[in-house]
């Protein structure tokens, strides 16, 4: 249990309430306790191995998603932890897109289900040129055909994004482009080491208008240098030009913002979470009120084809297959990640071997968990939910004790929904639900029937 004293009262004595609840329940809800989920199981618990001959062939009965990860960025920002190169000369370009190519070959079979929907992320997808972009969707139209995906998102940064490449994405089978504008202030701009101002961001966003393809906008929230006005300059921006999809993502600084008493005690600064909390409420209120709906725990969709097909097809127990290195694949129960390395990564292609460090076969138990924690991440107080015997009758397990008690201690505060045996973030538990997360996956939440 952790026991938060306040050293100051928030204007929503409700949300204070729940934050002292939490603690309770073993809860943190500092920094510590809010890293972004990803993936479950946690990629350090699965076993490390060094490359893969061959994975073979799963005829997965599920949806099946493509990632494609591109290592390439113009500089490197304060906040980003990705494996990357900045600044690459062509020829490292031209073969990563030759390693890609052995990769996406080794792995066409092993899933045989046509993919739903794709992503290329990074990194900066758009640091690639017009020719090494047509050369990408070559190797991944050549390998596992793309005229049948019907959500596919291309990431890009406004400073490496132009006309020639939003038509050329058009062309080539891409939906839906991700712009990365992180802030409208300058200076926190310059301090997140981004390479383009406020100014140079509107003509980016007016060609994503232009094109007639969906595109998201991506911001940052909740650094110390950023006040209530960064904020409301994003909303004024929403106002202004109606993107279809807008997503935030909430970030602490490095300094923790909790001092031990002791080990169980902790003096919370309550002015740096209500500053949070506050930029939270305000943008959530703000955008419901814009007639945006909520597709995920931070993004904010004006129609249900504007979100993010390939979040929502992982984060809703399918399978997902990775190209590049460090990403992270599931195929029915099969979990395995590719190394953080993009030289090993490319050497093991080289001589044969998938590039592979880590790599698992889940129990049905552990798939069971996987599809909670993650379907949670999409299950707002406006979704079905996740539901638990829906789980339990797929995977053959069985809800942990230990589990419906703290399910059912989340109810009592106000921090979960239960409806019908499913179960969703309320609007004020969906605040912390990272820290709750957090704490979810520690627990043994199914056994095997």
């Known amino acids: 249990m952790i026991q938060y004293l306040l050293t100051a009262m928030s204007a929503n004595p409700q949300l204070d309430r729940l934050i002292v609840s939490l603690g309770g329940l073993g809860i943190d809800v500092s920094p510590r306790g809010n890293s972004f989920i990803r993936y479950y199981p946690p990629l350090r618990t699965l076993p490390k191995v060094d490359g893969v001959q061959s ?17 390439f960025c113009t500089g490197s920002c304060s906040y980003c932890f990705y494996v990357k190169k900045t600044n690459p000369c062509p020829e490292d370009v031209g073969g990563y897109l030759d390693s890609l190519e052995v990769q996406a070959g080794m792995l066409a079979e092993a899933i045989t289900t046509p993919f739903s929907s794709a992503y290329i992320g990074g990194g900066t997808p758009s640091f690639l040129d017009v020719r090494q972009i047509r050369r990408l969707f070559s190797i991944l139209d050549g390998k596992f055909g793309l005229e049948d995906i019907a959500s596919f998102t291309f990431e890009a940064s406004p400073e490496t994004l132009d006309e020639e490449k939003i038509g050329l994405l058009g062309s080539l089978g891409v939906k839906r482009i991700s712009l990365g504008v992180q802030s409208l202030d300058d200076y926190v701009l310059k301090s997140m080491r981004r390479r383009y101002t406020k100014e140079e961001v509107f003509p980016k966003i007016d060609m994503l208008r232009r094109s ?3 595109y998201n906008l991506d911001f940052i929230f909740g650094l110390q ?10 909303l004024d921006l929403v106002r202004s030009v109606e993107p279809p999809s807008v997503t935030f993502y909430q970030r602490w600084s490095s300094m923790y913002d909790t001092q031990a008493v002791d080990k169980h005690v902790h003096v919370l600064d309550r002015s740096r979470l209500g500053d949070i909390l506050e930029s939270k409420a305000i943008i959530e209120e703000a955008m419901l009120s814009m007639g945006y709906s909520k597709d995920s725990l931070f993004r904010f969709i004006k129609s249900k084809s504007a979100g993010c097909g ?5 984060w809703e127990d399918n399978s997902c297959l990775a190209l590049g ?10 979990c395995f990640q590719n190394t953080s390395h993009i030289d090993r990564f490319r050497r093991q292609l080289d001589s044969g071997l998938l590039p592979i460090e880590r790599l698992k076969r889940l129990t049905g138990p552990e798939m069971a968990s996987r599809a909670l924690i993650l379907g ?22 069985t809800l942990s ?10 109810s009592d505060v106000g921090a979960i929904l239960s409806r019908q045996e499913s179960i969703s973030f309320t609007r004020e538990g969906s605040f912390f639900a990272e820290n709750i997360l957090n704490r979810l996956i520690r627990l043994d939440l199914f056994y095997k029937t």
């Open 55 to 71: 994975l073979g062939t799963t005829d997965t009965t599920c949806k099946s998603a493509l990632f494609v990860y591109i290592p």
């Open 376 to 397: 949670l991440k999409t299950a707002g107080a406006d979704s079905c939910g996740v539901s638990i015997d829906g789980l339990q009758r797929r995977y053959d397990v």
């Open 310 to 314: 390939y979040c929502k097809t992982v």
């Open 325 to 334: 290195p460090s990403a992270y694949s599931y195929i029915d129960g099969l």
């Open 225 to 234: 240098m950023q006040g209530a006005s960064d904020v409301e300059d994003v």
């Open 401 to 410: 004790e230990d589990a419906s008690q703290f399910l059912d201690a989340l």
């Open 212 to 214: 007639g393809l969906s």
